[in-house]
């Protein structure tokens, strides 16, 4: 009775003919597929010999390698090429061979100690692939990130250069609005209304352009606080009477109650503190109909006090809910809103939001939206919660930073 060995020696010319003939497409393979084959077939008889199937992982190891090199090269191909159907083309040759070469005890007993092998090197093969396919997208994943940040930086940089070059000509044209205010003394009813068009249009350039001072300053990890004693109570009541014009404009009622922890004290950057919740307020009033109702409410929590202003508007769709708080994450067309600071969904940059929470976080604390859905007929209305943190003392660093210290964002 012939071994396995013999049998491998008898059959390895038609199998080298056949496996050659099925893998190399074209004459000028022919003598690098035949190499290759070979060595592998010696492989193959090497592990049948020992037993051991693990001799072919070298090999196969090669051949993965020199896939890996030709992926790196063709940039457009979504998937490595896979040398898993070659090995499954190999067996299917082995099974031929046999068949067509040998007696059928022969044949069966063969490939019933090769089967073994293949099926091993499939595996491995398999296995490998899979780890080199994960590594290959972590890479491509680390570099897109990479890309998206440098895009991300350069948009912050952009907003900076924008804002500050645009204030100066601004500041010139306000301060010579006011000079003309003061000393023409313009009689001509329509000389006042231009002049007071003059003074309307800059002070909300300015408001827009301070906006994106604050949110590249929030971006860039360079907001400083300036920590005192605040009363949250003095808060909402100074927002509320900043509100109050264009409430009573709006037809709408905003309510302040009365809740346990509405008096008590924290540290907090008053100004910005106040900058956050009006910017909510703000849009309560904005993206609410006329007629409609705010509300502000809130309660004590273990080492913060949440805040929650609750509006009958049009809500915000689920998959909205994390968006608005990115920079320019104003949803809806912009050519459609009539625009103005408290009109009803008037337009605005999409920057309020991302500088509420910019400051929340910068103290530590949070902010999120709950609403049903997004509807101009029903108004389903959206609540607000501020999560402000109580203190009982100013922190240790007074001018805190926003997040970690980060690598300074102009250095390249
Ligand atoms: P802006 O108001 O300038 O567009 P914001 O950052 O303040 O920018 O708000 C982002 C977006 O969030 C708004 O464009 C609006 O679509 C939505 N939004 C904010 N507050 C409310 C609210 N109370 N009700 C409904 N939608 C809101």
Redesign the pocket.
């Known amino acids: 009775m012939p071994t396995a060995i013999d049998l491998l020696f008898r059959i390895r010319l038609a199998w080298m003919q056949t496996a050659a003939a099925r893998l190399a497409k074209g004459e000028s393979m022919r003598d690098t597929v035949s190499r290759e084959l070979s060595r592998f077939y010696d492989l193959l008889t090497e592990a049948v010999a020992t037993g051991d199937p693990a001799w072919m992982e070298p090999f196969l190891q090669g051949w993965l390698d020199s896939q890996a090199t030709s992926e790196v090269t063709s940039e457009e191909a979504d998937q490595p090429p896979s040398v898993v159907p070659v090995l499954h083309a190999l067996r299917e040759v082995t099974l031929q061979t046999c068949h067509e070469n040998l007696a059928s005890d022969d044949a069966v007993q063969l490939f019933l100690s090769l089967d073994p092998v293949f099926s091993h090197a499939i595996e491995y093969l398999s296995r490998e692939e899979v780890k080199e396919g994960i590594s290959t997208v972590t890479f491509r994943m680390n570099e897109l990130q990479s890309a998206l940040e440098r895009l991300d930086k350069s948009k912050s940089n952009f907003i900076a250069v924008a804002a500050h070059e645009l204030k100066t000509p601004l500041t010139l044209i306000e301060g010579y609005s006011n000079m003309m205010n003061d000393l023409l003394n313009v009689e001509d009813p329509r000389g006042q209304t231009m002049l007071s068009g003059i003074a309307n249009g800059t002070r909300r350039l300015k408001e827009i352009i301070d906006d994106m001072i604050d949110v590249s300053m929030i971006d860039n990890n360079m907001l400083s606080l300036h920590f005192q004693p605040v009363w949250l109570k003095q808060l909402l009541t100074l927002a509320s009477a900043e509100l109050q014009e264009a409430v009573d404009d709006r037809n709408q009622k905003l309510e302040i109650q009365a809740f346990e922890g509405l008096e008590d004290m924290t540290y907090a950057d008053p100004e910005r503190m106040l900058q956050a919740i009006l910017?909510?307020l703000?849009?309560?009033v904005?993206?609410?109909p006329d007629g409609g109702k705010i509300n502000v409410d809130g309660r004590r929590l273990p080492g913060f006090l949440e805040l929650r202003?609750s509006?009958t508007?049009?809500?915000?769709a689920p998959e909205?809910q994390v968006r608005?708080?990115e920079?320019f994450?104003?949803?809806?067309d912009p050519s459609t809103?009539s625009s103005g600071k408290t009109k009803f969904?008037?337009?605005?940059?999409?920057?309020?939001?991302?500088?509420?929470k910019g400051i929340l976080e910068a103290h530590g604390g949070a902010i999120w939206?709950e609403?049903d859905g997004?509807d101009e007929e029903m108004y389903p209305?959206?609540t607000?919660h501020l999560m402000i943190p109580m203190r009982e003392s100013a922190p240790e660093d007074k001018a805190v930073r926003l997040l970690e210290a980060m690598d300074d964002p102009f250095s390249d």
């Open positions: 910017n909510v703000r849009n309560a904005k993206y609410t202003v509006d508007g049009i809500g915000i909205d608005i708080f920079k994450g104003r949803l809806g809103h969904m008037g337009g605005g940059p999409g920057l309020g939001l991302p500088i509420a939206v609403s997004y209305g959206s607000f």
